[in-house]
DNA sequence: GAATGTTATTCTGTATATTGAATGACAGAC
DNA sequence: GTCTGTCATTCAATATACAGAATAACATTC
């Protein structure tokens, strides 16, 4: 996680990548936390970090309780996320087809953002009332690579196989699929247009993700998750479905 | 807006109160504007306008277009978002009086939390299923002294006459009431411990807040919105109600 | 096609944000 | 009560982020 340096380095203005690097850090710890512990943690001087959550406390991004001495994140977060969902395109454009794949074959749909290869970002999601449904959250980040997602991305998105294998390897799944047959996967993701995880990222469950382009890149996916047993016989069709929506939603996000 | 300026010079880390303020107004925006467009509007110098939008790029808050040279809201802040919804125990404890209130009555209602007297910001919301709703959105921002969120704060928050009158007569009502007349219902509401707006600050529809207390302050309240004609015979039950469900929250907000 | 208004971007000196040590405040141990 | 560790916070020196002018790139207009 001290990565962070380098983003601080790299930048003509360190003071944002350090405000990023707390408020992601408060993020992913949920608990309030000390200076000094936010601090060590991303390797930052104390003072500075201190004046870094003066000036976020000021933007009401992050909350200061004076009596702990403790700093949280705070609500300013949710304006910024409110505006960004009113404007963006692809969340209005893929919801209803999100519902709709989601009610006719009863799994749940999710429309992911790419950013790199380091991570995707759950930008919309369906789910089936009927049967348990497998739970994401808006808002969620993943490694770009894993499940069906990733072999989307490892299919379209350009990238070298030098790129892509240390990546691939820090990966986690249920049942890790060696090297040699994920890429002969991920050839074939790139001949249908869809990819298919059957049971290797989560034990059981599979996960259909197809590219959705915006100025000739893959932006976007869509995904469909649903127990692999009960979608055994529907699957060329959801495949086929969920490819349609992606194709539609291209000419789309490019109009 | 360009008190931007001001919050930058307080502080001792002014690139994050710049960051803030291009976040905030590309939110506001929605389209994505360009460096110049967004230095003028903040009064920032360009220059230091372009590498605060860099920085914001390189962790993923904004998105640049290389084509058009614009730069958006980027999904990022969603993360955020997600992180702070997650450890909100306000959200968590309300939503369910919130789901029951609004089944009960049929009205739509809002957990919101504030700041302080110029903002208040929706952070849960329930609406009833059958007829029309009144719709709001998680993340919204209000000024806190209008409505009856307004007249809550104003009896509870121990703010003196001068600090709120400037407020007072900023804001926006479909149907102003007068000074003297608001400082009455403030009064009521202080003896009741329930305020109400009837059709002042949306023609026809009736507000009700009670404060919900944590550490001794009014940090929160929980909201019901209705249409007046239609709430009129329920409004002393939908009054009780809302005053128990934030009696019994202020209990858990300090557990 | 030259001219003029844009725009984004690079460059450089200086005001200043950042640093790391010093201070103060507090808690628990002995 | 004193000591010791940890905490947040302040302070003064300096490395550097920033403002402003200059440049480059690009439309639009004449």
Chains 1, 2 share one sequence.
Not at 16 to 40: D, E, H, N, S, T
Not at 106 to 122: E, K, N, P, S
Request: proline content about 5%.
């Amino acid at each position: 996680m001290t990565d962070v340096a380098d983003t601080v380095k790299a930048s003509k203005a360190p003071a944002i990548a350090r405000a990023a690097a707390v408020l992601r850090l408060l993020g992913k710890r949920g608990a309030p936390m000390g200076v000094q512990a936010i601090a060590r943690e991303l390797g930052l001087v104390p003072s500075t970090c201190l004046y870094v959550l003066r000036a976020l406390t000021a933007e009401n991004l992050v909350a200061f309780d004076p009596d702990t001495k403790r700093y949280a994140l705070d609500a300013g977060v949710l304006t910024l996320a409110r505006a960004w969902l009113r404007k963006d395109r692809f969340s209005d454009l893929a919801q209803p087809a999100l519902d709709r794949l989601a009610r006719d074959f009863g799994t749940t749909t999710l429309g992911v953002q790419v950013f790199d290869l380091d991570h995707i970002i759950v930008t919309a999601m369906s789910q089936s009332g009927h049967n348990f449904q497998l739970s994401t959250q808006v808002g969620s980040r993943f490694p770009a690579l894993v499940s069906a997602t990733g072999r989307c991305i490892a299919a379209f998105g350009g990238h070298t196989p030098e790129e892509l294998k240390p990546r691939f390897d820090a990966l986690r799944w249920d049942d890790p699929p060696g090297w040699d047959d994920w890429l002969a996967q991920v050839a074939q993701a790139r001949e249908s247009g869809v990819a298919v995880d059957d049971g290797h990222y989560l034990a059981g469950v599979t996960v259909i993700a197809a590219p959705v382009w915006k100025g000739g890149r893959p932006s976007h996916a869509l995904v469909a998750i649903g127990i692999g047993a009960a979608l055994r016989s529907e699957l060329p069709r959801l495949k086929q479905a969920l490819k349609g929506a992606a194709h539609t939603l291209s000419d789309q996000m490019d109009a």
